[in-house]
């Protein structure tokens, strides 16, 4: 119980450090953030802005000004030329993107990850092992936006095989969603495979070493049983918490990946903030990442101690 | 270190929160002699190389940068001939000459910025490892927040920023970089160096340094630091790699190194490339990105053959 209350405290100071950061970003931008942000337009509306960001007043208001508006669904504007258009109206379309490609690129990981692990670390050592975890280290070395690139270039362009770039939404088609998603999902997929396969292969050969292991053969069990019901279970909890942590990863690859295929998701959303030099946005945008990251690393931990009681009571 | 980064995601394995200690057999198999052997020989070697074309690019017989071949351009024939052994760009330049010079730019941001990281996070892993308490609980925190944002996120926003004046040089910039990727770097550098300093600090040699009467700098940087070195170091090692990718990742979200005729990086060869790719000469890309490849390739295997060899206990966190 105590241990629940320091963590409710620990995720608030966090989340409370997070937005104070990215509150702040607009402040730190050198020279005058007016006319940073509206480099071309009138006094007028630079006084307008100083205004609605509270340039003048101390920064503590500042922050609490901004945190009102942000929880309020008010993330600020883009400052264009003549139109001023609210940021959230285009996190609504974009947020949901970058969470299918993160989600499919997670899932089709795990998918290719957990019986490889599992299928390596029954023969340890043996061909197969050793094959398989030197393509992972292989694998490691390759940045996933030059696999993007190489996808996109020799499947989707070369090959013909899957579209190169764009996205259909999935309430359009939902065969031509998947082909769209495809290499994306593999390209941000395939370091986490590499991942998630070296780190269940080595518990499970831990696992594989425990006394109720023997107990289970020594019953007569089949080696298929033995491996997927009685080692796999209490094998999988670090790898359950490192796909949590690696969400970090996934979102860091999900932004340069939507821009190699052009997915109107969350990272293009910030490209395109970033060219544009709407610092408003950028602002808004990194936060609203950050504490999604936040959540999710806090839901993992939750489960992670509801799976696994001698953890639970260990961990204090 | 989470990230755009498929090596990242190894420091993400040194860090998982509470796990349970695997019981031996848990280094990769390549790397398990702790020995260097052939393959770490290889790496050494292309490490070298890579140094060189920094330090010296004029020791490689390239043509200049700005030189021009217009017989490619004529036959649009972006392939190798003799004496351009990996062809032209769309604009008949020489693509080895620009391999070889755009290396000096990775290097300066991706071991500049580890090397920052490591100043400041080893610092504040040491000091909070070794004093604990409440100065522990505070840098522990200040360490959660930075691993709180993903850190190509961090390092995007700070580059953003801090390029936000237009008229900013080509050296600016790349210190702009440099510093967004070394900050960024700060927390994971930082806490793996906590946890290295937490399982020496109170080992006899310390107490019997404090008997004597040694002061807290000595301790530190005598007894504690040189035990706690190797971690830093292949964690430094691998920190590079990351860097060398985020500087990629950077130059596609266009807040990189400024792509210029004469300034080329590997990570804005990538990301100009990328045009030349969808125009169906793909070539700069596949050269730049096989550049990146072996170089991290050799960071992460010397990495793990240092982890394997002193025996960093990565997962006492």
Request: charged share 15%; glycine share 8%.
């Amino acid at each position: 119980m105590n241990n629940a209350i320091r963590k409710l405290g620990q995720l608030a100071l966090v989340l409370f450090l997070v937005t104070l950061f990215t509150a702040l970003l607009v402040s730190l931008l050198p020279g005058d953030p007016a006319e940073v942000i509206i480099p071309f337009g009138d006094e007028r509306d630079r006084e307008a802005l100083r205004e609605e960001l509270n340039l003048d007043d101390p920064l503590p208001a500042r922050y609490v000004a901004w945190l009102g508006d942000f929880v309020t669904g008010d993330f600020g504007n883009y400052y264009r030329q003549s139109i001023t258009e609210p940021v959230g109206d285009r996190v609504g379309d974009a947020a949901p993107v970058s969470l299918q490609l993160m989600v499919y690129a997670q899932v089709l990981a795990l998918l290719v990850a957990i019986p490889l692990g599992v299928i390596t670390a029954q023969r340890a050592g043996g061909f197969l092992d050793k094959f398989a975890n030197t393509t992972a280290f292989g694998v490691l070395a390759v940045p996933n936006f030059v696999l993007a690139l190489v996808l996109s270039y020799f499947v989707g362009v070369e090959l013909g095989w899957l579209p190169p770039q764009g996205y259909v939404r999935i309430s359009r088609d939902l065969v031509e969603h998947l082909k769209s998603m495809a290499l994306p999902a593999i390209s941000l997929a395939a370091g986490q495979v590499a991942v998630y396969m070296r780190l269940l292969r080595t518990d499970m050969v831990a696992t594989l070493q425990e006394d109720f292991i023997l107990m289970a053969k020594a019953k007569g069990l089949s080696n298929k049983r033995v491996l997927w019901r009685h080692a796999l279970r209490p094998s999988s909890l670090t790898l359950l918490t490192v796909a949590g942590l690696n969400v970090g990863t996934l979102v860091g690859g999900a932004l340069i990946i939507e821009i190699i295929f052009t997915l109107p998701g969350m990272g293009t959303l910030i490209f395109q903030a970033i060219s544009e030099r709407q610092y408003v946005a950028i602002q808004s945008l990194v936060a609203l990442i950050a504490i999604g990251y936040v959540l999710v690393n806090v839901a993992v931990d939750l489960l992670y101690s509801a799976l696994d009681p001698r953890i639970r009571n260990a961990r204090g | 270190m989470p990230e755009v980064e498929p090596t990242a995601a190894i420091l993400d394995v040194a860090t998982p929160s509470g796990s349970i200690e695997p019981t031996g057999d848990t280094e990769l198999a390549v790397a398990r002699t702790k020995r260097l052997g052939v393959i770490g020989w290889l790496a050494i070697i292309w490490l070298v190389l890579v140094a060189l074309m920094a330090a010296v690019p004029s020791l490689f017989p390239v043509p200049e940068l700005t030189e021009r071949f217009p017989d490619s351009l004529r036959n649009r024939d972006f392939g190798p001939t003799s004496g351009h052994p990996l062809g032209f760009d769309t604009s008949g330049r020489d693509l080895l000459s620009k391999l070889v010079h755009g290396t000096r730019a990775s290097m300066i941001v991706s071991v500049l910025a580890v090397s920052f990281g490591l100043v400041i996070g080893g610092t504040l892993g040491l000091i909070a490892g070794y004093f604990r308490g409440r100065v522990d609980t505070i840098i522990t925190n200040a360490f959660n927040v930075g691993l709180a944002i993903p850190q190509l996120v961090l390092a995007l926003t700070l580059a953003a920023v801090f390029a936000s004046d237009a008229n900013a040089g080509y050296g600016q910039r790349v210190l702009v970089v440099t510093f967004a990727i070394g900050f960024a770097s700060i927390p994971i550098l930082g806490r793996i160096t906590r946890a290295n300093t937490l399982t020496w600090a109170n080992r006899e040699f310390v107490l019997a340094s404090k008997t004597i009467g040694a002061k807290t700098p000595r301790i530190l940087i005598r007894e504690v630091l040189p035990n706690v070195a190797p971690a830093m170091f292949s964690i430094a090692l691998l920190g590079i790699a990351v860097a060398i990718v985020v500087e990629g990742g950077l130059a596609l979200l266009g807040v990189g190194i400024p792509a210029d005729i004469t300034s080329p990086s590997w990570g804005n060869l990538i990301a100009t490339g990328r045009s030349q790719m969808l125009l169906g000469e793909a070539g700069q890309v596949m050269a730049a990105s096989t550049m990146v490849f072996f170089t991290v390739l050799s960071l992460n295997y010397l990495g793990d053959v240092v982890r394997a060899r002193f025996d960093v206990r990565e997962s006492a966190l």
